[in-house]
């Protein structure tokens, strides 16, 4: 299995603009994670969605987050519009949805906004 | 809510060495799991070792161990036999048994190693 694959690897867009990070989790993985990494807040859950359906969106920080999950395996999450503060790293992870460890990550989206 | 807290921001050790890594946490469930996570120049999140909080016995796989305490709630990682590879940033996590799912993650220690 070529693990969790995320696009694209590195994201420099403009303030205002939309941008879309992209996941393929694992097949047979029915639980997928979105993760953002800064300096100062460290690795925080933004959305987690089970059997494509989101279960718990608390962690988006604004309305301009938004994530899908139109099958079991892809999952986008977009930011409209993006602002230099989104600038992050974003990872996505999946697993097993009946276990509670075995979470996979994908290498992460870096994403710079200017 | 859980929290997980690394009051380590950055540690150094010689090569051939042994670093023990703190991690406490705070949580008023029985029932959870913790976890070690090493993170690269590379950016993947690699898992190091995992605990199960109804195990008294400590994780070990190879170079890695822990001292759990869950009495004190605290989560340590010891690496023995420090090697040039095992420098990264090293995440505590952790995750209910039950209810809701994701981790919780600490803020990081970095781990340098000294040839």
């Known amino acids: 299995d070529a693990g969790v694959i995320q696009s694209p690897r590195h994201e420099v867009t403009e303030m205002g603009q939309e941008v879309t990070l992209r996941c393929k989790p694992i097949?047979?993985?029915?639980?997928l994670f979105w993760y953002r990494q800064t300096m100062m807040r460290g690795l925080e859950l933004l959305i987690y969605?089970?059997?494509?359906?989101?279960?718990?969106d608390s962690g988006m920080p604004e309305d301009r987050f938004s994530a899908k999950m139109p099958n079991a395996s892809f999952s986008t999450l977009k930011i409209q519009p993006s602002e230099p503060r989104d600038s992050a790293v974003y990872f996505c992870?999946?697993?097993?949805?009946?276990?509670?460890?075995?979470?996979?990550f994908g290498s992460g989206t870096r994403l710079t906004v200017v | 809510a859980q929290t997980v807290t690394q009051s380590q921001p950055e540690m150094s050790v010689q090569e051939a060495e042994t670093v023990t890594l703190s991690c406490t946490y705070d949580t008023s469930e029985s029932d959870y799991y913790l976890f070690w996570y090493k993170q690269p120049p590379s950016r993947q999140m690699i898992l190091v070792i995992r605990?199960?909080?109804?195990?008294?016995q400590n994780a070990t796989e190879n170079r890695f161990s822990v001292n759990f305490q869950k009495a004190a709630k605290s989560f340590s990682l010891k690496i023995s036999d420090s090697q040039l590879g095992d420098a990264a940033m090293y995440f505590c996590a952790y995750r209910n048994g039950g209810g809701a799912d994701g981790l919780t993650f600490g803020k990081g220690t970095h781990l340098i190693i000294q040839p």
């Open positions: 969605f089970n059997n494509n359906v989101p279960i718990d």
């Open positions: 605990q199960e909080a109804y195990k008294q």
């Open positions: 097949s047979g993985h029915n639980s």
């Open positions: 992870a999946s697993k097993f949805g009946r276990l509670p460890y075995g979470y996979t």
